[in-house]
């Protein structure tokens, strides 16, 4: 934002742009405007790969619209998240649509290929969690992440866990994945030595409370470098674990 | 109860005993009213071993007539539990008292030679457990159990825990105690063959939520064979591990 | 799993097997994977009586394939709870199940005989508690106990209680199952001398908060020897019901 | 209320009041004001026995002068609830003071005979439990009331409760305290034929949560004619009992 | 219970009962079993007028068999609450039964005479609490009490509480039935010298948290005389409500 | 109401009233009394511009009853708030109605000329809090102000909320609607010299807890001028913004 | 912000400031930093009358040099909220303060005359709530504001609300405040024509949860035109009184 | 973990070490137990530039004993968080320890140079939250980071956040840590385009309940690349800011 507001300065002093222009040019709003969703077509310079969609709460149509303004913006690949499969039945009558079920997700374009620092390691603790293992899976694969996927691996069953003792010790960055008890997280952080991001889900009965249960227990986690992200929110832990395996010195 | 009950009713029919006076047996309190405090002196008989004082809010004169009035009924080891150092040393002017600042509770009398079916293991995940850890082993030990200690042994770093398979895959039953995220107990729980009884422990910051996040861990535990007592009652689980640990044939 | 390392070791050292197979296996999965779940062949070992599948979240075709494997792998009697009348006519097509509406649960198999130590009681405050009950009492069974209802004993009604006095007395275990106040176990706990599991029951309305009243009456109950499984857990509480009676000796 | 505004209105047609002073005495202060409380003269009529002052939070200076006001209106016996010993004392200084530290209450004045319906049981879980008992009992007694003390009977010695069947059974009104699991309530609610006033108090520790527990209980009871105020409110049960307890035809 | 005691005692004595009858006797259950449900048949003796069902979890077949059960028993008048209109129909072709929607009960027989000390009035803040309003006042009527409905009086509106101010301040006993902000009870608490019996209800939205707001709210009446029932507990208000305006002397 | 009663006494004193039916006017309800709901006539006078109903929980007949009564009343502009599509359909058959379905409200009559001191603005963090925020706008529509709109302006793209800088620093009164963290109200309120009314929604997943997170977050906010009202509540927050755009002189 | 922009703009135009220059002070920070503070100096300008300092966790030291620098800068009157009378006595060694212990806050400088459109009538429903009314009023007078103080005029005796129903009635702005069940501001939003500003106290005991019960009641409240702040924010409360009785035209 | 296996298995099969030896070793525990803590040597070498101790619960007896341990193991540079004044005088009579009081920490050797990809900016809402943002900082330069510190740049008074967008825009990762409402996160989420790790703090009142407003508002933040560790854990987020400040390649 800073060079845009030096770039409109230097407008201004060589006379290409007078003042009234140049006040609007700095409160001028730099997405499209459809009418029901604002477009960013910045995003896609500032995190490089690909743009994501939150599909809950919209319509097929207005979906339909959005990627439609996207791609005309110049964006290839897109991820529209939380799409039921009868929107994206919608959708697909528009845009060739690739259609992930179980992470009730959909991919308009290609996806790049895997440029990080290493691999993302996805686990869950039971199979009830792959749904939002989905699509934290997909959103890492769609901004150019390898991904290693250890579902079913819960505590409960420590042998289980301790069976992918090679994937965990060299993953990347691990997003550990756990309603119930949630203690994936601290036994995986206390085994890895990289980044562990915690999602907390709401599947579970009685004392879970709908992922509170498990969502106390990540933020309490006793092992060094584990995080916590909201309960189900799957598309925010594979984000972060992307923008981790691609950081890059900044000095 | 019921055969009292059948005493009572032959005594009526016998002539020995009259209806009024019958019926004032039946409401007949068998404990001792000693003003602050009513000292049931058929415990003995039902548990066994010794008798227990939970001495929170009770003042170091109350705590030394409970003493008194169970030794006169014939109680030879009593545990005073929640026993802070200066009332111990109160007591300890009147009766012989070993006092264990560790678990802030006091014997009077010798502990009973171990006569459970096995080992009860105590474990914890961190040292601030140890006070509960310490209530429960000695609860555990003055109802004639023989108890093997396993602290700091959390699942954040798991070769802790692994270090002391042996131990708890050979215990009789396991009390897991821990604050923050609970873990331990579904690791345990995953681990061993046993009745775990699993103690949520108030130590711990922010949203620990003085034990709460700890409870619901445990109670959402995915292992079978594990129950919950509540927050910090270290008695408890110790009282319930002797029970279990003294199991026999009801048929 | 001790001995399992000692066996590999072993080989090692007599040359049966090298280092990187046996790498490979200190990390061999003892279960096998049909895709969807992973089937522990190895626990039917180690509880001995039957085998037990969580039928929630579980399409009736991944429960068919679950009993096959099962099946497959030795298991003849096997438990499935949280199963609606639809997928148990559909699994039944398939396998022989006797399918037990009260409890939402099906089996498959003969039930074992009785070999506990005593009877397990099963004990409910009212009469909407009966279908957790009555997991519990099919979980206790098919594990090889004998098993006594007693329903809607509520201690509103304190008569009811009572007049159950002598089966709550001669118990060798009690699960106590109740929604509301969950006062059901306190006093059972004080009633009887041996180990009560508490279930709190999510029925009820208003301040009962879906079981939070019930499970929070139950954690701070003043009866020793009582201990707490989550809301709704019915087949937890007879699945360590039937551990504690099936104690024995292990010096 | 009603009959005052009629007085005034009927001064006014009468001409012995202008409007203005009307509607100046319908806005009129029924209780004088000595600045840091308005204390309400009125109110003996109402209740007729006595008065109540809550010293929570007053300066002994405060009350003595808020008793001062009381007896010059005419008010011969006032109970003081939440008294400290120390504002007792400075208390006791101005006026005679009968000081209870159990229910750290002070009266000024004579108890009044007893002129209620029948006798108020206050019953309690446990010791602790005491001085919101002594509240409850104090109130009372200075209200009119005939009290019966049962202290110390909770359910997890179920025979403490049932010797005290015959009180229970004849009582009144039944003020039920209780911390803990506060199972009291119901079980005493289901053996009594009378209203129930069920206290939680905020004794206990770890998952009672400050009374929460018990609050929660008493409130999900499942025993007719039991209702439930505040956590630790003593004076409130004691002042509904008493009404309660002198209830009278009213056609 | 203590004189069927004495009764089973002195037939012990005088030879007209063995001991083993008598302790039989001494734990016989004073109810019908009819399987799903136990019907007690000397709740009309001890209240007097009328039998109630609580119609919730209980099927239209189950509800007949209840009030045949009953009305076998000698039962004339009986209510069942929470009854849907399609059970109400199935069993009101076994017998006559008057249908109240507004209350969602039935009525088997005649409505008895009131009987009571004086008039109870039901009041509630908002139109959308009249269903509880309706149960508890049906409930009040049906146990032989005058009841007068004051709906939609919510101090929001205060002239519409006021305009009632004779009916509130010559109530013999005021049921007072809020959601949201629940401030009706401390209201009417305060303008009446009565017993107040508050009941919060789950209407409302956000920060209502189905009844928790008005549920505190009401606990926290700064008014004296005021207690507190189960959120939307309609039910347990009339039965107290009816229990108070019975009361009698006991001396 | 203080001029009522003025009114009243002069025409006790002069003779025009007598005693009693002065009582019974002082008392007399206000309102039209047409059953299920009391249509209060004075409002209009009280805030001049329109009536508003609120629509939840009342049948479409109701509704219809209600805007005719009020109509009858001289009421010519009228809002119905939390009105479905349905019932907007059949009112529609009665009454000309203009049905917003954003907002999911009514209009009978024409929106009134703007009179306030300035704009109302109401901005909204996400797309999915627009209904909410067209309640709000609708509700200080039909009272008489100008509105203006700034929807999905959240602060996670800070530039979007920024790009409106003019808009919210000229503002009379901002209305700032957001759900999931709620950290709208905090930066509007940094920035606007107005009063701030945030409205928490109930949109959002997992840690949201069905709006509890925004309203905590808004409720703390360190922006001063920030006022809240109930989640969802966008009716309240318009009447509120336009009372204080309507502010005068009082003195 | 925005006039400064194009003072900035418009000297870059002209060639009185460079680029460079220009984007510095476009990040500029607009207050003094004296290290422990940011004292913002522009406010003054925006609110006009007075500045306030919070004194919650800051040194007698500290506050001591942010009066100095707010002088220096030009600020004649000044508000300390949350001063000990400790630290005041400290600050009042080195400016002139009047201490007001009420409030608990501190003033220098002179009380602005009343400037705005009406009075700010600042009512308690109890005398423990009269600290936080302080706070407000004492905020609302710095700022130029008329106040009348109503305390201890609770709804439990509605009297002494209805007492001052012409100050109620006649007021420009109403703060409500109140702990425990928070009625008053439902009761005040009833009866009074103005915004009312909801304030919860977090006095009280037991199911008040410090503030908890007053918070929700209030925040349902079903009087239009009630909003409200945090937990004992009497100076949010008087604060934003005084915003919106300074409101004036903006077109 | 997994190469240890492999050195063990390569011994037994060379024969240099028998099988019961291996068995042991592979329990062996890679810590020194100095009774009161196990003191993990490994941890240097998995992190690599020093260990942390954590000195809350820890006498400072027990803190000089670990130091002296970990320099005994070759640790150079050792961080004691949470520790007093106190304590801190005393193990500096063994130790050199050059203590920071606003961390309330102290540090055992040298900091080493900053090795990592970029700078940590470590931002706070306000000045109570330095004491937790100062222990981010001191964890983050004793693990080899440069930090760059922004303290009360709250969003309330968006000016001083927006005038450190240098700083934010070209940082390796950023630790925001507020209390009361918690929009930092979002805010600096929105605006940044590296990992933001969220710390709420405690700090606050009324219903910032102790941080959890903080908490849910930063777990729902709407900004992509936030996640959250404990409320008041400066320490887990300057350790995590440092694991993704020295991330690498791990292909």
Do not use: W
């Not at 910045?42 to 490089?48: A, D, L, S």
């Not at 289980?160 to 550990?176: C, G, P, Q």
Request: hydrophobic share 45%.
């Amino acid at each position: 934002m800073n060079s845009e507001v030096r770039r409109i300065l230097e407008a201004v002093r060589s006379g290409g742009l007078d003042v009234d222009d140049a006040l609007l040019k700095l409160k001028e709003k730099p997405f499209e405007d459809i009418g029901y969703a604002k477009v960013d077509l910045h995003r896609k310079v500032r995190q490089g790969a690909a743009e994501v969609i939150y599909g809950a709460g919209k319509t097929a149509e207005q979906i339909t619209g959005i990627v439609t303004a996207m791609k005309n913006g110049g964006q290839d690949t897109i991820l529209i998240t939380r799409l039921s499969p009868e929107a994206a039945a919608q959708v697909g009558q528009t845009h060739a649509l690739d259609y992930h079920p179980d992470a009730r997700a959909g991919v308009v374009g290609e996806l790049p290929p895997a440029d990080g620092l290493g691999t993302i390691v996805i686990a869950t603790g039971g199979t009830s969690d792959i749904p939002i293992a989905e699509e934290a899976a997909l959103t890492a694969q769609i901004l150019g992440n390898h991904v290693t996927r250890l579902y079913d691996v819960g505590v409960a069953g420590l042998h289980r866990t301790l069976a992918h003792l090679d994937e965990i010790m060299t993953a990347s960055v691990i997003v550990a994945i756990a309603g119930m008890e949630g203690a994936l997280a601290s036994v995986i952080g206390g085994l890895a030595d990289c980044p562990v991001i915690a999602v907390p889900t709401s599947v579970g009965y009685g004392a879970s409370f709908q992922g509170l249960s498990a969502l106390l227990s990540m933020l309490n986690s006793c092992a060094s470098g584990v995080s916590v992200v909201n309960i189900d929110n799957g598309f925010g832990a594979g984000y972060l674990a992307s923008m981790i395996n691609h950081m890059e010195g900044k000095r």
